[in-house]
């Protein structure tokens, strides 16, 4: 009795002294800060090698003095270990490897203008490729190892470098700096088209011979502008040929459709294989060469029609559609080697699994990485392993692997683990509730650090952007919930309607509906969650967003007056005059028409509309925009601002004249936190 007596003893001490020191371990710990995001490394472009052995990828770290990102090419081993930096410019990107694996190229700008260069797994020094005075992106290897492709905008009349160099001179020298434009698209995102086209190169692996153009004259970019990517250009498997995505149309802006086309490598006759009036991209060869798999928008003029898996036999033309009854979105694909099986990645319900399907019509998709966030899949060589991202909103990207089955799934780098290991997050909870029509609605749901249940927390509602996009459960710099959680606030994210992830038809019925069903779905999820969590104070909240999210905040601001706060950052609040926009399609096709030939829906649909119905605005608002926002041009913000102003509503308009639809510049960034947080504190604490 005594023994056990003592022994117990013992153990209540040990046990006492283990919970102390992990309380002491968690009192040390902080709620996230501005300053401990914008310390953490930025994961991104994982690349497995050939032998499965090792991932290259590029991590970017923001540097506060120099104001721009810092990024460096690191490995690492599949079968564990450190990793390892293989450069130190802080200006390099993009990192392919060789089909032998025994060098990685890569994109660097450590000279001035973007270029290739080479590194050697030996060791050794970078060495570059490329000299031109127009530059290089978007870096392939052939199969054979024998050529590099690349993209560069140069123009389309000019036949070498030194043309385009002297053009490019005689422009900086001219006195007169004026846009002039002759067609639509004139500027796209946050530049205007200046007579430049990304074309088509190949030049040889061993610098043997000069550039040349695949696309000579071609009035078209390879990929699309702001549209395409690295997906968007590949070799066959013989190295003899290349398959890339363009859209010809003559009239851009209006225009969502791209087709695929195919290139011999030593030039010659551009061959068009797709002509469906949607958008055709990413096409990947099957290692065998009989067939190209792509993924397709089968709806013309709609930027947000599912992405369908699809299948080229290259002896026939004949094309399959793989995934129809697949209702969600397949990007990213990639195949077996023994091409028999297609993977991809698709968005669902907050999460992006990893998916697989037998490469024929009919075959039923089947979660690989299942429930969880996943991007930039690769594998290897051999199809045994996989290579991946993942991340959730407690967790910024790192690198997994798995073998090709899923199983097996393994964290391989660990770059934020000490700095996260310092701060207290919590994840996120998911539910479900009736939005607008009965129609279910997923939301979640992210609570303070030092989280207490029997207090009252200010609630902040986050809108998403899009509108056809969706809060994922993935780390995010631009908007961090958990930055805003950790200043004292239950932050509500929620999938309205036009989310994608849920189906064709849920992201469809955000057409000519704009401030309809989604406005119902984001109430009806205020309402449920006041009512769930009564923790949440229905007295204290605001509402915050950007893009669509910022006009929805506009529009919350005519429509009611239940909330304390509202921030719009780059927030459309007059349908018609954002008829500015560049990408014409969207508009036509969200509001059904243009807007003199459907004026009623454009001015339906418009905050504008309902400052005057509404009497006055009463919101405390902030308005944010970028000068070089040519998707919302930054005059919605002046519009929006002005009106508040006149009527007499507590407003503040901050405007970056050196940023576009977002703010990247990490200094722009830490104002822009600074702001937005001090105006919620100002109204809700």
């Known amino acids: 009795m005594k023994r056990t007596t003592l022994w117990c003893a013992f153990f209540i001490l040990v046990l006492a002294a283990g919970q102390s020191a992990a309380k002491a371990q968690d009192t040390a710990k902080h709620a996230i800060t501005f300053d401990d995001m914008i310390r953490m490394h930025r994961v991104g472009e994982a690349q497995i090698s050939p032998d499965g052995k090792w991932v290259a990828y590029s991590v970017s770290t923001p540097d506060m003095d120099a104001n721009?990102?810092?990024?460096?090419?690191?490995?690492?081993?599949?079968?564990?270990?450190?990793?390892?930096?293989?450069?130190?410019?802080?200006?390099?990107?993009?990192?392919?490897?060789?089909?032998?694996?025994?060098?990685?190229?890569?994109?660097?700008?450590?000279s001035g203008d973007s270029q290739i260069y080479f590194l050697s797994m030996d060791g050794g020094e970078a060495k570059p490729l490329t000299h031109l005075s127009t530059g290089a992106d978007i870096v392939k290897w052939s199969p054979d190892g024998k050529t590099i492709a690349f993209t560069s905008g140069v123009y389309p009349d000019c036949k070498n470098d030194d043309c385009n160099s002297k053009r490019d001179a005689e422009k900086e020298k001219d006195k007169v700096k004026a846009h002039v434009a002759e067609h639509l698209l004139y500027r796209h995102w946050t530049h205007w088209n200046e007579g430049k086209r990304s074309h088509l190169f190949v030049i040889p692996a061993d610098d043997s011979a000069a550039p040349r153009d695949l696309t000579p004259g071609a009035d078209y970019d390879v990929p699309p502008d702001q549209r395409g990517g690295p997906g968007d250009l590949n070799f066959s498997p013989d190295s003899k040929e290349i398959c890339f995505t363009a859209v010809t149309d003559p009239v851009e802006a209006i225009s969502t459709n791209g087709d695929l086309f195919v290139v011999p490598l030593t030039g010659g006759?551009?061959?068009?294989?797709?002509?469906?009036?949607?958008f055709d991209g990413g096409p990947v060869y099957s290692p065998d060469g009989k067939y190209i798999a792509y993924h397709a928008q089968l709806v013309p003029e709609d930027e947000s029609d599912r992405w369908r898996v699809m299948l080229y036999n290259r002896s026939t033309q004949k094309i399959e559609n793989l995934s129809e009854g697949f209702d969600r979105s397949a990007t990213d694909l990639f195949w077996s080697p023994d091409s028999k099986t297609i993977y991809f990645s698709a968005e669902d319900q907050t999460q992006q699994p990893i998916y697989a399907m037998a490469a024929h019509a009919g075959a039923e998709p089947k979660k690989v990485i299942a429930d969880t966030y996943n991007?930039?899949?690769s594998l290897s060589g051999d199809g045994k392993t996989l290579a991946f991202e993942r991340a959730n909103l407690s967790m910024p990207a790192e690198i997994f692997t798995a073998a090709s089955d899923g199983s097996g799934v393994r964290q391989l780098t660990h770059h934020n683990d000490s700095i996260l290991a310092a701060l207290k997050m919590n994840d996120a909870e998911t539910f479900w509730f009736d939005g607008a029509g009965g129609t279910k609605v997923q939301a979640m749901l992210l609570r303070p650090p030092d989280f207490d249940a029997s207090k009252?927390?200010?609630?902040?509602?986050?809108?998403?952007?899009?509108?056809?996009?969706?809060?994922?459960?993935?780390?995010?710099y631009r908007w961090n919930t958990q930055v805003f959680s950790a200043a004292g606030y239950v932050s509500l994210m929620i999938n309205r309607r036009g989310s994608t992830?849920?189906?064709?038809?849920?992201?469809?019925?955000?057409?000519?509906?704009?401030?309809?069903?989604?406005?119902?779905?984001?109430m009806n999820g205020i309402d449920y969650v006041l009512k769930k969590y009564p923790y949440t104070d229905g007295s204290r909240m605001a509402a915050v967003g950007g893009s669509y999210g910022g006009y929805m905040a506009d529009w919350i601001a005519t429509h009611t007056g239940r909330f304390k706060a509202i921030i719009s950052h780059a927030g459309i609040y007059d349908k018609n005059s954002m008829y500015a926009t560049e990408e014409l399609w969207f508009e036509e096709h969200d509001m059904q028409g243009m807007p003199w030939t459907a004026a009623e829906n454009y001015r339906k649909w418009a905050p504008l509309t309902y400052a005057a119905e509404l009497g006055k605005f009463k919101t405390p608002t902030l308005v944010i925009a970028g000068e070089r926002d040519y998707r919302v041009p930054y005059t919605q913000s002046l519009e929006f601002f002005n009106t508040l102003q006149r009527q007499g509503v507590p407003s503040k308009l901050v405007v970056f004249p050196d940023e576009g639809h977002w703010v990247l510049k990490p200094q722009n960034s830490k104002f822009w936190y600074k702001t937005f947080l001090d105006w919620l504190a100002t109204y809700l604490k």
């Open 501 to 522: 992830g849920y189906g064709q038809k849920f992201t469809d019925e955000i057409i000519n509906d704009w401030g309809g069903k989604a406005y119902v779905d984001v």
């Open 375 to 377: 991007l930039s899949a």
């Open 456 to 476: 009252k927390y200010p609630l902040l509602v986050v809108l998403h952007g899009g509108p056809q996009t969706m809060f994922s459960n993935a780390w995010g």
């Open 68 to 110: 721009r990102g810092a990024s460096n090419i690191w490995i690492v081993p599949t079968g564990g270990g450190a990793a390892l930096q293989l450069t130190q410019s802080g200006r390099d990107s993009s990192p392919v490897w060789s089909p032998d694996g025994k060098t990685i190229a890569f994109l660097s700008a450590r």
């Open 269 to 278: 006759e551009i061959k068009r294989i797709t002509t469906q009036p949607g």
